[in-house]
């Protein structure tokens, strides 16, 4: 079992480069089945959902060729069955990205219950509904999801609450449905507009996307193409937040500075200076960190997968803080974890209250999921002494060398290969 030991307490300095967005790549090769021809994706990030992501269309049957550092050529032209396979799509939760595009290639598909971080109630109801509202009839059965539609139909697809999954999913099956698609109450995400040009780059026929109205005229086939993936703005964000709880000065290259808005302007109310360039922005502290108020909501409000990492910092803050979980009902199990560092945290229900303690100490924990995981590598290098984080599998998933990248930028942090089972797997 693989284990990060950090010794806290030191300035982050220096620059780091941001990846590939998790969340627009785990789309967008799922998306590559919907091409009559191979595609070149660029920018890939080396991380474990790739992995599996690449690894399912693999078994599928498609080509899947490393071309260099993050760029895939992918041929899925010659897939049979539209079944992607379990033990591998019950791990990560962008499996049922599989449905969207295999229903909209063939007419039918059959993928695993997702899986992912554990982050309270994760229903697919608004998937279902867009897969029906095209004409699907979809069945769930022993862990399974088997939908099909003799044709499918463009048209109107109200979501009930604002799912990027569930948003994403309705585009990749309505980009060769008969006629018009109009989908109200989208996501407005990044990666969503990311895959929209992605499949426009394909011949597809979508306008709107990053608004909350996206069309879609269904269009006969899709070609091949070539396209390079967005930055990771949750990956840079994390960087950020790690800056400035190290009180530390890092350059965070390849960023679009638009996308981190509302990252941006939240620092800046905890005291953090950020300044921005073309493609990148530097942070850095000079005076006290102040509380602060954050409710995270769908973009472009606060990103829910930046509310952990934020909680962190505000650990170091002046004051009391609130941080309030719009989006997810159980996204504080990160909490436990922080107090064994010392911090002064109260959660009910939705809403984390956050007494600014000035420092952390380091001691053994355990990552509950991706961000959580990620929170805690920051509470580790801000804190005095030395941490052990158990369970790192969750953080891998989504940050591709992370602790080289730390390194870079001066943190004392190590990746350990411990005999034994993590504790929380021994326990359950
Ligand atoms: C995506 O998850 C991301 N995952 C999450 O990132 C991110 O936190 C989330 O979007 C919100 O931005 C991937 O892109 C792989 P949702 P997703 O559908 O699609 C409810 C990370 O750390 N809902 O926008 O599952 C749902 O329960 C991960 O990178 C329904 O009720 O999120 C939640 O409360 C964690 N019915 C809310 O909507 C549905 O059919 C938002 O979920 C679908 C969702």
Not at 100 to 128: E, F, N, W
Not at 244 to 257: D, E, H, Q, S, W
């Amino acid at each position: 079992m693989e284990k990060y030991i950090i010794k806290g307490g030191r300035r982050l300095e220096g620059e780091v480069t941001i990846s590939g967005a998790k969340n627009a790549v785990v789309a967008i090769i799922p998306a590559v089945i919907l091409a009559d021809g191979p595609c070149v994706l660029e920018n890939i990030p080396q991380i474990s959902d790739v992995s599996i992501t690449l690894r399912m269309l693999y078994e599928m049957g498609a080509e899947v060729t490393r071309l260099g550092k993050g760029t895939y050529r992918i041929d899925a032209t010659r897939i049979k069955d539209p079944v992607v396979p379990y033990e591998l799509a019950r791990h990560i939760r962008a499996s049922y990205y599989f449905l969207g595009t295999l229903l909209g290639k063939y007419g039918r598909a059959r993928v695993s219950m997702p899986g992912g971080c554990y982050l309270g109630d994760r229903p697919i109801d608004q998937h279902l509904k867009a897969f029906s509202s095209l004409g699907a009839s979809c069945v769930l059965e022993n862990g399974m999801i088997d939908i099909c539609a003799d044709r499918l139909i463009g048209s109107q697809i109200y979501f009930d609450k604002i799912t990027v999954g569930a948003t994403i999913n309705a585009m990749l099956a309505a980009v060769k449905a008969t006629g018009l698609t109009v989908i109200e109450n989208a996501a407005r995400e990044p990666h969503i507009v990311d895959l929209a040009n992605f499949l426009n780059s394909m011949g597809a026929d979508i306008m709107g996307a990053g608004t909350d109205v996206i069309k879609i005229r269904g269009v006969r086939s899709l070609k091949g193409t070539s396209y390079a993936i967005i930055p990771d703005q949750i990956e840079a964000g994390t960087y950020m937040a790690a800056a400035a709880a190290t009180r530390g000065n890092v350059l965070i290259k390849n960023v679009i500075p638009k996308h981190l808005e509302s990252i941006t302007a939240k620092l800046a109310k905890i005291g953090v200076n950020v300044e921005e360039f073309d493609d990148s922005v530097r942070v850095s502290v000079d005076g006290p960190l102040v509380k602060t108020s954050i409710k995270t909501m769908p973009h472009p409000g606060f990103p829910t997968d930046m509310q952990p990492q934020m909680s962190t910092l505000l650990c170091l803050a002046n004051g009391t803080s609130i941080v309030t979980e719009e989006i997810f009902n159980n996204r504080f199990r990160y909490v436990d974890e922080l107090r064994r560092m010392g911090a002064d945290i109260s959660v009910e229900g939705r809403v984390a209250v956050i007494v600014g303690v000035g420092r952390l100490s380091g001691a053994p924990v355990t990552a509950p999921d991706l961000r959580a995981g990620a929170a805690l590598v920051i509470a580790g290098l801000a804190a005095n002494g030395v941490t052990e984080i158990d369970d790192i599998y969750h953080i891998e998933r989504g940050y591709e060398n992370l602790e080289e990248k730390l390194r870079g930028l001066g943190a004392d942090i190590v990746k350990k290969n411990v005999p034994g089972v993590s504790v929380r797997k021994a326990v359950l």
